[in-house]
């Protein structure tokens, strides 16, 4: 076999090349090759060697580390290869700079699934539970099942709830929640997870705010089937909202959300810095925006809340009679009563809308409003 072809068809190889004319030949360039891409092409002899270099960096701290931790060293070895130093195709020419991430270790307690956040035990249940040692770099997780030390141990802090065994498995005892933890041989926890026994409801996260209260909306629902919720605020004003919890809420630390809102621009709102207390929002321009938050450590994310700044506001063609903005049905000869209301509440000049039957098949019409 021809040895070109047999070297590109290995999973990982590098390509070097050097371009030439009559009279000059180019520095070697070198392109690496990772499962049949490309993923670093254009990369200079330094360069090559500062990869190395980091590279290397990385497998010495994880062989310092135990017998886990060593398990995925070659892995995220390669991840920061392809996530920090990355030279993509379409770079060539441009000036390329080397960098070092920063990765973080740490243990959780998961189902045989990698259920994580929390794990459901119905009545008379029992579940096996595993360690599992974590690398996360550049957002990118890494996980390996541990086995737990000797001389670290299996808790549970509500054992009239959820008991767990010496080996991780977790049995039934009556209904509510429970914290089961790793805890080392000085009994500092090493990883936790909360397990719901029976009918409890699972653990939800939502924005509110700091002072006073959210409104609700009637003609919109989130995909719990709950009415969306949402503040007006006026253009220079500003508004604090924190994240909230149906539960275990006093243990929610506000600075490790992130904070994010559909005005990618702030065109219409300025999002500050997370604090203790939570988020301070200011209206700029008249305009609506949905606002979120999420969490990667606690892989939770918050519904969405609607701000409405300055004299924005969102219409709703409406049954009067019921105030209602869902599909209606009419029997023949029957009439309704349609009008438009808005959120917040604005007075709505009639004349400013012509009303018009946008689709009419038999038992059904759709009418359309133009503003």
């Known amino acids: 076999m021809n040895r070109i072809k047999s070297i590109a068809q290995k999973d990982i190889y590098v390509q070097a090349e050097r371009l030439c004319t009559g009279t000059e030949t180019s520095e070697y360039k ?17 360069d090559a060697r500062e990869i190395i270099s980091c590279l290397q960096h990385a497998l010495d701290v994880n062989e310092k580390g135990g017998q886990n931790e060593k398990e995925i060293s070659i892995l995220v070895a390669l991840v920061m290869l392809l996530t920090t130093f990355v030279v993509p195709i379409s770079a060539y020419g ?3 700079k080397v960098q070092a991430y920063a990765f973080h270790e740490h243990y959780f307690i998961s189902t ?18 595993y360690l599992n040692y974590a690398t996360e770099v550049d957002n990118q997780q890494f996980n390996s099942l541990s ?7 299996w ?29 080392d041989a000085e009994g500092a926890e090493q990883a936790s997870v909360d397990v719901l026994a029976g009918d409890v409801e699972t653990k939800k996260y939502s924005i509110t705010r700091v002072n006073g209260e959210l409104q609700k909306n009637p003609y919109e629902y989130n995909d719990d089937g709950e009415e969306m919720l949402y503040a007006q605020i006026d253009v220079g004003e500003t508004i604090n909202l924190k994240i909230d919890s149906n539960r275990d809420s006093d243990q929610i630390v506000q600075t490790d959300w992130e904070w994010n809102s559909s005005d990618y621009d702030e065109e219409m709102i300025q999002l500050g810095e997370p604090t203790e207390e939570g988020i301070a929002i200011k209206g700029i321009a ?12 606690y892989d939770g994310c918050t519904s969405d809340v609607t701000l409405y700044v300055g004299d924005a506001c969102s ?23 349609l009008g438009v209301l808005t959120v917040p509440t604005k007075s709505v000049d009639a004349a400013k809308w012509e009303w018009y039957i946008e689709k009419c098949t038999i038992r059904r019409v759709s009418l359309k409003i133009i503003h």
């Open 155 to 183: 808790e549970s802090a509500n054992p009239d709830i959820v008991k767990i065994s010496e080996d991780g498995v977790a049995n039934y005892v009556s209904e509510g929640v429970a914290r089961i933890s790793v805890k």
């Open 112 to 129: 045989e699934d990698y259920e994580e956040d929390e794990i459901r035990l119905d009545m008379d249940e029992s579940i096996q539970l």
């Open 30 to 46: 070198y392109c690496l090759a990772y499962y049949g891409n490309f993923v670093m092409c254009d990369i200079s002899a330094e």
């Open 286 to 297: 008249d305009g609506v925006v949905t606002i979120y938050a999420y969490n990667n450590y």
């Open 315 to 337: 219409s709703y063609v409406v049954d009067m009679a019921e105030k209602a903005t869902e599909r209606r049905y009419m029997d023949i000869g029957e009439s309704l009563v």
């Open 147 to 153: 086995e737990v030390s000797p001389d670290w141990y």
């Open 94 to 96: 441009k000036e390329q």
